[in-house]
Structures are given as structure tokens and as C-alpha cells.
Nanobody, 115 residues
Framework: QVQLVESGGGLVQAGGSLRLSCAAS????????TGWYRQAPGKQRELVAI???????KYADSVKGRFTISRDNAQNTVYLQMNSLKPEDTAVYYC?????????WGQGTQVTVSS
């Protein structure tokens, strides 16, 4: 099973930016779906962004135009660039890889946006 480690979270003021990274212990296959999810206190985990094969990314409506997902298959790393952050983006962010139905999750990284 692929091990995932997220990093890059932290405290930022509204309007600021953060870049999350997700390093995989094994190879990310081109056909693997890689995504970022988040869970705010008292809320269900929700999909933020997902990309398969390095193209055709999809985003939650709440982050479109502000967040960008990308992946470097050579470095086995997935990124989430977050710009124009809002207090409602505050959550624990999780990386996910799904390869032919086999899922792996990272431990999560906290993102806190102050107003």
C-alpha cells in the first residue's frame, strides 16, 4: 500500500496563499486518481480537487479559480496551490490516491485561515 505524507499546512491570513504537498512512498501510476479532500470541525470530509493522469482536474465549486491541483509523477508528489484563502477554507486537508479501487490516505495537514 502506498504511504502518503502531507506537508505545507499552517496559519495564514485571509487572502494569503499556501502550497500543500503530498509525497507518496511508491510510484503514482499515470492512471491513478489523486485528490485532495478536507474536513472542517463538525462537517463531513469533502472533495476539494482531483486529477487523473495529470490532466482534466476537477474542483469543488467553492475553490474554483483559487486552488490548483497538480502532480509530478517523476517525484511521486501531488500538490495543491491555494490562493485567495478564506476563513471557510479552514480544515484538515487530506491527500488521497486511488489506483484501481485501492485507496490510500495521508494523515492530514491543518490549514487555518484567520480573518
Amino acid at each position: 500500500q502506498v504511504q502518503l505524507v502531507e506537508s505545507g499546512g499552517g496559519l495564514v491570513q485571509a487572502g494569503g496563499s499556501l502550497r500543500l504537498s503530498c509525497a507518496a512512498s511508491g510510484s503514482i501510476f499515470s492512471f491513478s486518481a489523486t485528490g485532495w479532500y478536507r474536513q472542517a470541525p463538525g462537517k463531513q470530509r469533502e472533495l476539494v480537487a482531483i486529477i487523473t493522469g495529470g490532466s482534466n482536474p476537477k474542483y469543488a465549486d467553492s475553490v474554483k479559480g483559487r486552488f490548483t491541483i497538480s502532480r509530478d509523477n517523476a517525484q511521486n508528489t501531488v500538490y495543491l496551490q491555494m490562493n485567495s484563502l478564506k476563513p471557510e477554507d479552514t480544515a484538515v486537508y487530506y491527500c488521497n490516491i486511488n489506483t484501481l479501487g485501492h485507496e490510500s490516505w495521508g494523515q492530514g495537514t491543518q490549514v487555518t485561515v484567520s480573518s
